[in-house]
């Protein structure tokens, strides 16, 4: 395909799940160099499958043609991450400072990847942040606890975004540099961080509260806002009471399908012998009194510990 | 209805509520989820002093968890009578545990007669929030406890394992007592604790470790019982003990036996809803033209073959759980 100058056959392979002819179809496009541009970007920018696009953009990487750089920096809006961090690996690879504000940008991405492929192709290029506030950005890319706890440098922005990452150890460990540098304008987001959903980050969260100067009484509001899982005793009752057996399901109970199962059966050979009204009749007040039973036991279920 | 009512109560004018001499209302307001209203329902309930109580006694019995965290914390605020005991009481039976904080701490910030015997009974409490916080007020007060087995449990509260591992064995009853019911973080520490100080009284918490819900802590466990006087060759009968994770085997045939299908669904198997439904739809189909019994009848040894099956897929399923 190289001798023939295949270039849509190439970009077929690129889909294939097998690593290692994918990388070389990579390779094979990146040498036939800049006829395989526009071909690529295409498949980059339009092609459903992902594979495609992620192959185009390393194929891209590897051409170096300085026509592709606008439309990778399109891409770096992409809703895909893996897609993001691919064109933020792939922008290192050009020596065109038209791409610096583009990775610098990346580095407030949502997604650690991203942030930690903007912050290592920034290193490739020679970056070397112009102010203090983009170097704490920087240095949130590379997750440089230790740079980050420098009291000297202003890091509050980027460690309160770090409190709303996906990832628990990131969110524990920008908590625990805030706690070493105790600032009093940490302490919105600190309140916010006693009601995560990780224990251990509440937990943490509630130390550097204090020592940002939380007042104490504040804590049991903030750690009352963490999710809580206890399930709802009204919606129990409620399917218990429609469909007799599902309310135990609702909470865990595994015999609530059983009961589920056999309400089922029960009613409907009711129904053949005695009736509609007699069936009914028979049926309620047990349905009443498992609702009950449901509402109860599940009122009853203990309040996790935070 | 109640929560209708609220939001239309939050827009109105706190003022007008004020002139009302409308406490209730103005007492529901400080549990809003906006602090500023909180703020303002607070400013505008100092004001009336203690005729305010009835409706803050009332809220903080009745009202919703937001609503009590904000009379908890207006009455920390404000010097009312007989706070002190209202507090203590709460602490005494409330579930909601942010609520228990939230009176221990207001408790522990009076600095009232009623607070220490409460602030004591707190470092022993099972919720590491109210035992720090608890430990917390107590030095704060100045008040570090004086007798032996209330110290250990300060220093278990506030942490300090490094003093903990220095007590030896006369920390082993309240090590045991905060292991049982704690939560995970705080029983790998105490385990650490007892590998570290090679206490031979600790076994029994060893024992409880290995056959703890947490594998995590089991493993930790097996060096701290090794340390602890437990011989190698009793750590597998121990940790077998532990509480399986897997689906249980007995509801797993059960279901099959009964209901064909949803014992396999019990154990995670998709395909366990759409065997069921055939089997529903043969024997339904069946009973039809033979009638209630026969159709259960003759399917009943197949589903009891299957339930042994379905016993057997479930027990190797909780074996893996190691």
Known sequence: MIQEKNVDGLIHVLAVTNPDLQTAAVHALGKLGTIATDPLLEAAKNKKNRLYRLGAISALAEIKDRRSVPHLIQMLNDPGSEIRWQVTIALGEFDDPVIIPSLVSALRDRDKYVRYGAAASLKKTGYVPSDPDEAVWYYAGFQDWDKLQDRSISALPPLVFLLDDPDREIRLNAIKVLSKRAEPAAAPALIQSLGDEDRDVRWNAMFAAERCGVPQSELPRGLYSRPHVKKNPLIAGFLNFLLPGLGYGYIGKWWGIMIFQIDITVTVWLFKIRGEADTYSLLFPIYLLLAIHAWYITKRLPEEPP | ?322
Not at chain 2, 105 to 122: F, H, M, N, R, Y
Not at chain 2, 175 to 202: E, F, P
């Open chain 2, 1 to 322: 209805m109640a929560d209708l009512w609220f939001l239309k109560c939050a827009n109105a004018d706190i003022d007008r509520l004020k002139k009302r001499s409308d406490t209730y209302r103005l007492v529901s307001l400080l549990g809003h989820s906006d602090p500023v209203i909180r703020s303002q329902a607070a400013d505008a309930l100092s004001t009336f002093g203690d005729t305010a109580l009835p409706a803050l006694i009332n809220a903080l019995h009745f009202g919703t968890v937001s609503v009590r965290l904000g009379v908890i914390d207006f009455l920390g605020n404000n010097n009312l009578p007989h706070t002190g005991t209202h507090l203590a009481e709460i602490f005494e039976h409330e579930k909601v545990p942010e609520v228990r904080l939230a009176a221990l701490i207001t408790l522990g910030q009076s600095g009232g007669t009623d607070a220490e015997p409460v602030l004591l009974k707190g470092l022993r409490d099972k919720n590491r929030y109210i035992r720090y916080s608890a430990a917390k007020a107590l030095a704060r007060l100045n008040r570090i406890p004086d007798t032996l087995p209330d110290l250990i449990y300060f220093y278990i509260a506030c942490q300090d394992w490094g003093t903990i591992r220095t007590m030896d064995s006369d920390a082993t009853g309240p090590l045991m007592d905060i292991y049982s019911g704690g939560d995970a973080d705080t029983r790998r520490a105490i385990l650490s604790v007892l590998k570290d100080t090679k206490n031979k009284t600790a076994k029994q918490i060893c024992q409880n470790a290995l056959q703890d819900s947490d594998s995590r802590l089991r493993w930790n466990a097996i060096g701290a019982s090794m340390n602890c006087g437990i011989s190698m060759l009793q750590l597998p009968r121990f940790a077998a003990g532990h509480k399986r994770r897997g689906p249980d085997p007995v509801a797993a045939a059960l279901l099959n036996f009964l209901f064909l299908g949803l014992g396999y669904n019990y154990i995670g198997k998709w395909w366990g809803f759409p065997v069921f439904m055939t089997y529903m739809t043969i024997i339904v189909l069946a009973q039809l033209m033979t009638g209630p019994f026969l159709p259960y009848l003759v399917a009943s040894p197949i589903t009891a073959l299957l339930a042994i099956h379905t016993y057997g897929w479930a027990v190797r399923i909780s074996e893996q759980d190691v």
